[in-house]
């Protein structure tokens, strides 16, 4: 009997939560840019902060998704926000943010403690060891048990993993300073056992 298909809609990024992001057409793949247009002051949109969200949020159910962080020498931030969490002031991108954050301009030769760090809302930042610089990353979210999962693909290494009783809906949340994330989207296959892979054009 041929396997069950599961087709799932491919995380793509919201155009009006960006702040100082610039976003390719298809929507899945983000260079900071400071120097753009003046943008519209909408509510959704950080104001101060090099973000952007998907444009979906999740309120139960598991969610993934692969970012390519290998273009990347500056800081980045790969997770989940808040839907209630400001998006106003320099420091909105840490409110009601679980991720992983990874603080730049690291040699290739000297991934030490403390240049990645698991972050979330009312805890200290906590140092993790890596030992070879991640090229793509795996967030999995599971909201009904309340537990992301970060993954490093490339080394198959589980970077952290959060627990914590959602509430309240979840947006996916990347953050680009001075360098270039871009998402992977896929589809399971097989009741999530087996993944095919589908990328964005590289060009912004």
């Not at 396997?3 to 702040?19: F, K, S, Y």
């Not at 209630?84 to 603080?103: A, E, K, L």
């Not at 300073?177 to 892979?197: E, F, H």
Request: with cysteine; aromatic share 10%; charged share 25%.
């Amino acid at each position: 009997m041929p396997r069950e298909q599961h087709a799932t809609a491919p995380v793509i990024l919201d155009p009006n939560t960006a702040g100082y992001i610039s976003l390719s057409d298809c929507l899945t793949k983000m260079e900071f840019c400071d120097d753009g247009p003046e943008l519209p002051e909408n509510p959704e949109r950080f104001h101060r902060s090099e973000c952007v969200l998907g444009s979906e949020g999740f309120n139960s159910g598991t969610h993934c998704w692969d970012v390519v962080v290998d273009l990347c020498i500056g800081p980045w931030s790969v997770g989940l926000k808040a839907e209630s969490s400001s998006r106003d002031g320099p420091d909105s991108n840490w409110q009601g943010f679980w991720g992983i954050h990874y603080v730049g301009y690291m040699d290739d030769s000297a991934c030490e403690h403390g240049k990645y760090q698991a972050r979330s809302p009312g805890a200290s930042p906590i140092p993790l060891k890596v030992n070879q610089r991640p090229r793509r990353i795996r967030v999995q979210l599971d909201w009904d048990r309340g537990e992301l999962s970060i993954t490093d693909l490339e080394n198959n290494t589980r970077l952290y993993t959060f627990t914590h009783a959602f509430t309240e809906r979840m947006f996916p949340c990347f953050m680009a300073d001075c360098c270039t994330l871009r998402i992977v989207s896929w589809r399971i296959v097989g009741k999530g056992q087996d993944l095919t892979w589908t990328l964005c054009p590289s060009s912004l």
